[in-house]
């Protein structure tokens, strides 16, 4: 079968699915054959563009909601699924949240809605989703970041989770590969998403921030969401069907350049800086 219709036939729940990462996703399996459950918990109608989007990709969409950090809720929106749909193949585990807390600071109360909202969700949602993929097999695709293992300051929690992702992710390919079933984990990098357009126009109009980020990816830019979507894909697809328990970092180089950043930032810098003073001299 083509990659432009991997999906023909089969089902897929994405969470999360209201915008940004979330809906590219559920465009791209929709606009390769599959029937698409666009998950959301509270933005109803902005899950419900991310549904007008996957008809006009030509494909078949489904609304549902639950609260990720409610088991029951979770159990009954998976089994809503199956039961419109008739089966589910594939799981994208997209729904979380990110903000600031520092640690000296962040409540209980905080810190244990950060984790829910990440790593328990995930784990409902995928624990509910292989009952429905008992028997069939199916493809389980979660959603860590390059923040599990490359922190910041403020960030425990969401870092915290992001990493237990991963190590979920291990342990249920572990558990349901003779069902097979198959468990793997993306870890996108900074994305040019709403979010992060945000935090940069709350620095200097964004050009410090902007700067900052370009210059630690090595391959000096941001992420598309539809790069994202198009690993996932991958993850979601019989192409990678002797890959399970495994995490695909799409992060442009950020977590391979590791410690030595701070050098490269100040390289960069120091470049602009200097070609800055030519242009002032030669002008």
């Given at each position: 079968m083509s990659a432009a219709q991997r999906f023909a036939g089969k089902t897929a729940m994405v969470t999360g699915a209201s915008g940004g990462l979330?809906?590219?996703c559920a465009?791209?399996?929709a606009a390769e054959g599959a029937a698409v459950a666009i998950h959301y918990n509270s933005s109803k109608d902005r899950a419900s563009a991310t549904l007008e989007a996957v008809e006009?990709?030509?494909?078949?969409?489904?609304?549902v909601s639950a609260d990720n950090r409610n088991q029951e809720e979770v159990c009954r929106?998976?089994?809503?699924?199956?039961?419109?749909?008739?089966?589910?193949d594939v799981l994208v585990n997209n729904a979380g949240q990110h903000r600031y807390a520092r640690s000296i600071e962040q409540t209980q109360a905080d810190w244990e809605d950060l984790i829910n909202r990440n790593l328990s969700g995930t784990y409902y949602f995928s624990q509910a989703a292989a009952k429905a993929m008992r028997g069939g097999g199916g493809y389980i695709v979660n959603v860590s970041s390059k923040m599990a293992t490359s922190t910041a300051p403020s960030n425990a929690a969401y870092c915290a989770a992001k990493a237990g992702i991963i190590a979920l992710?291990?342990?249920?390919a572990a558990e349901w590969a003779r069902d097979r079933i198959r468990v793997n984990c993306i870890a996108p990098g900074v994305m040019a998403t709403g979010a992060v357009h945000s935090m940069m126009n709350e620095m200097d109009g964004g050009d410090l921030l902007t700067k900052a980020l370009h210059a630690r990816t090595p391959l000096g830019r941001l992420g598309q969401a539809d790069e994202?979507?198009?690993a996932v894909a991958f993850l979601a697809s019989g192409e990678s069907d002797f890959m399970t328990g495994a995490t695909l970092y799409v992060d442009g180089g950020w977590t391979a350049y590791g410690d030595y950043s701070g050098w490269g930032f100040a390289r960069s810098l120091r470049k602009e800086w200097h070609s800055?003073?030519?242009s002032l001299a030669g002008g």
């Amino acid at each position: 079968m083509s990659a432009a219709q991997r999906f023909a036939g089969k089902t897929a729940m994405v969470t999360g699915a209201s915008g940004g990462l979330g809906r590219a996703c559920a465009i791209r399996l929709a606009a390769e054959g599959a029937a698409v459950a666009i998950h959301y918990n509270s933005s109803k109608d902005r899950a419900s563009a991310t549904l007008e989007a996957v008809e006009r990709a030509g494909g078949r969409g489904f609304l549902v909601s639950a609260d990720n950090r409610n088991q029951e809720e979770v159990c009954r929106a998976v089994e809503s699924v199956s039961a419109h749909f008739g089966r589910l193949d594939v799981l994208v585990n997209n729904a979380g949240q990110h903000r600031y807390a520092r640690s000296i600071e962040q409540t209980q109360a905080d810190w244990e809605d950060l984790i829910n909202r990440n790593l328990s969700g995930t784990y409902y949602f995928s624990q509910a989703a292989a009952k429905a993929m008992r028997g069939g097999g199916g493809y389980i695709v979660n959603v860590s970041s390059k923040m599990a293992t490359s922190t910041a300051p403020s960030n425990a929690a969401y870092c915290a989770a992001k990493a237990g992702i991963i190590a979920l992710t291990q342990v249920l390919a572990a558990e349901w590969a003779r069902d097979r079933i198959r468990v793997n984990c993306i870890a996108p990098g900074v994305m040019a998403t709403g979010a992060v357009h945000s935090m940069m126009n709350e620095m200097d109009g964004g050009d410090l921030l902007t700067k900052a980020l370009h210059a630690r990816t090595p391959l000096g830019r941001l992420g598309q969401a539809d790069e994202i979507a198009a690993a996932v894909a991958f993850l979601a697809s019989g192409e990678s069907d002797f890959m399970t328990g495994a995490t695909l970092y799409v992060d442009g180089g950020w977590t391979a350049y590791g410690d030595y950043s701070g050098w490269g930032f100040a390289r960069s810098l120091r470049k602009e800086w200097h070609s800055a003073s030519g242009s002032l001299a030669g002008g």
